[in-house]
Structure formats: structure tokens, C-alpha cells
């Protein structure tokens, strides 16, 4: 089947569009070593590059330090509050005890701490409908890693769909977490630019 076939299947069904939908017409599609995500129902596809990975996996490496592989994601989709908002976090921890829904997923009430590295594509996500989304989830602690600014940028305590803190922390220097629920500091040293 097309996409285009599927596409008039969905019309002719009459069915509501819901991230389920999209997710199993879009991964049917999806070229290998591209990460795709739902933001406020758009579909956005981008290739991991080395840069964005170093650091994603710097970041999850830091975390294992304290918290066991089980409750430590990467790229695993997890819906967000908002219009059709299916995002698959570079770095996600989820509470102790959390446990998937009936459809196999993590609930966005479970997860303490996402981490986003930036890609140039879809940056504006990042910094924009994403961060909205996590603090309407009430996550407490979003790190923004962005290589091509060179700085760490930490939100936390949210409230109303923002969050009321940022902090922010050029590479090389370390992202002081102690005073969060996470209790303890990510170190930039060896993050990549650009």
C-alpha cells in the first residue's frame, strides 16, 4: 500500500486522526537512522548525526551513574497534552515504579526529566511547542543541550505551561541539578559543537 492509498483509506473510513494513526502510517515510511516525532500534529523526520549523539549518550551515561537502565529512555515515544503531540525524547527518566498504559507506553505523569539535544530542523520545537508541552505535563526538569549555541539550557518548576526557572550553561562547565528531584550535576566537558 502507498501512502497516498493509505491516506484515502483513512479519508474513506472516516476515521479520527489520532497519534496512533499517524505513528503506524509514518513508521511504514521512515527511512532507517531518522527519528520521528508529532508536534502539534506535524510530522517532523530528522537523521541522528554524530554531534547529537555524543551528547545524547554523554547525557544518558551520566544519568546510569544513579538510576537503573530501566527507568533511563531514549527516542521511546510518549504522548504529550496538547493537539496530537507524540514526541520521542532524546533522554527521558522515568519515575521509580512507572509503568506503561494499555497501548504499551510510558505516561508523561511518570517522566522527571527529559533532555533535548537541538537539531537545526526542528529547534523551534525544542525551545517552543515541546517545552509548553512538558510543563503542561508537569515535567519538573527539561534540559536543552544545543550545540550549535554552545550552552545547556535547564527549565525547571512549571507552572501554567511554562516553566518559571532557566538556567543556562555554556559547554565546558557543569549543569548544576543537586537542588532538583534529580540530585545531581551533568558535566559538559566533552560535549560536541556544531
Known amino acids: 500500500m502507498t501512502?497516498?492509498?493509505?491516506?484515502?483509506e483513512m479519508a474513506d473510513d472516516n476515521r479520527e486522526l489520532t497519534l496512533d494513526t499517524?505513528?503506524?502510517?509514518?513508521?511504514?515510511t521512515t527511512p532507517e537512522g531518522y527519528k520521528v516525532e508529532i508536534v502539534e500534529g506535524a510530522i517532523f523526520m530528522?537523521?541522528?548525526?554524530?554531534?547529537r549523539w555524543e551528547i545524547i549518550a554523554d547525557i544518558y551515561e551520566q544519568l546510569r551513574t544513579k538510576y537503573p537502565r530501566k527507568r533511563v529512555k531514549s527516542d521511546v515515544r510518549i504522548d504529550y497534552p496538547g493537539h496530537l503531540n507524540g514526541f520521542a525524547t532524546d533522554v527521558t527518566l522515568v519515575a521509580e515504579g512507572a509503568t506503561k498504559d494499555s497501548k504499551g507506553l510510558w505516561n508523561c505523569?511518570?517522566?522527571?526529566f527529559v533532555a533535548e539535544v537541538i537539531s537545526k530542523g526542528t529547534a523551534a520545537n525544542d525551545y517552543g511547542p515541546k517545552k509548553t508541552a512538558y510543563a503542561n505535563a508537569e515535567v519538573p526538569v527539561y534540559l536543552v543541550a544545543d550545540p550549535y549555541q554552545g550552552k545547556c539550557h535547564l527549565f525547571t518548576q512549571p507552572k501554567d505551561g511554562d516553566?518559571?526557572?532557566?538556567?543556562?550553561?555554556?559547554?565546558?562547565?557543569?549543569?548544576?541539578?543537586t537542588t532538583t528531584l534529580l540530585g545531581l550535576t551533568v558535566k559538559t566537558d566533552d560535549f560536541p559543537r556544531g
Do not use: K, N
Not at 3 to 8: N, S, Y
Not at 22 to 28: C, I, W
Not at 109 to 112: F, I, R
Open 3 to 8: 501512502v497516498l492509498e493509505d491516506r484515502i
Open 22 to 28: 499517524l505513528f503506524e502510517s509514518v513508521e511504514r
Open 46 to 51: 530528522s537523521p541522528q548525526r554524530d554531534t
Open 109 to 112: 505523569q511518570d517522566v522527571e
Open 163 to 177: 516553566y518559571v526557572t532557566e538556567t543556562t550553561v555554556a559547554f565546558g562547565g557543569e549543569v548544576d541539578m
